[in-house]
């Protein structure tokens, strides 16, 4: 069945350095890729996204690039801030609207002054 | 305007009991999602509901009914509660012809 893997976290990091979160996704046909993020407390919410190959999801300073060669979706930011510091989620949805996501484990982002 | 939101935000309850989580959607959509998000932060589909109609059931035990009296609203309620129902329920919901879901911000539920 379609899964994701993101790297384990978690990851420190000091404010303004560059950050990268690998996820990548196994699935049939062509799904669509999201990255959410939840602050601590909070919900989940929709960071960017990108529904075909070579679509660049960007959002805040976050930029993430649909490599189905790869097939990968990998997070990246060039400056962290610690207002950054959070759980953030790759997800996947099928070709199918209203399917469920699937997700992957999510990774601890801890930015200090 | 709140996008999807859920009531309560935190339900603490003895074991045995029986509770109900609230969600409803203000954005239109069709369809309507429950998520379970473990103490280790997994989430994983529970239901999902399009105009009233039950799409995805996963392997939830049958203590889990969701019901759905519109499109905009979908409840939860749990029978006999037990230890390990203790989670994170996150509603969520979608238009039919987009895949991207959007999020309430959860109802923590402490079964003691």
């Known amino acids: 069945g379609d899964s994701v893997t993101q790297m384990e976290g978690p990851v420190t990091l000091s404010e303004e350095a560059f950050l990268t979160i690998n996820c990548t996704y196994t699935a049939t046909g062509y799904p669509s890729l999201f990255w959410y993020v939840q602050y601590p407390g909070e919900g989940l919410q929709l960071l960017l996204k990108?529904?075909?190959?070579?679509d660049k999801g960007s959002n805040k300073g976050f930029e993430a690039t649909y490599r189905k060669e790869t097939t990968s979706f990998h997070l990246e930011k060039g400056s962290v801030q610690v207002s950054d510091s959070a759980v953030y989620f790759c997800a996947l949805s099928a070709n199918q609207a209203g399917t469920a996501l699937i997700f992957g484990k999510g990774t601890t982002l801890s930015v200090s002054s | 305007d709140t996008a999807v939101s859920q009531t309560p935000k935190y339900l603490v309850t003895q074991m045995g009991n029986d509770k109900s989580i609230k969600c409803e959607q203000n954005l239109g959509h069709d369809t309507m999602y429950w998520y379970k998000q473990d103490s280790k932060k997994f989430l994983k589909i529970m239901f999902s509901y399009n105009n009233k109609e039950l799409i995805i059931n996963e392997t939830v035990p049958n203590r889990f009914s969701p019901k759905s009296p519109d499109k905009a609203h979908l409840n939860l309620h749990i029978n006999s509660l037990e230890l390990g129902d203790s989670a994170v329920y996150f509603c969520a919901s979608s238009q039919d012809s987009a895949r991207t879901q959007y999020f309430g911000p959860g109802t923590r539920l402490t079964v003691l």
């Open positions: 990108a529904t075909k190959a070579d």
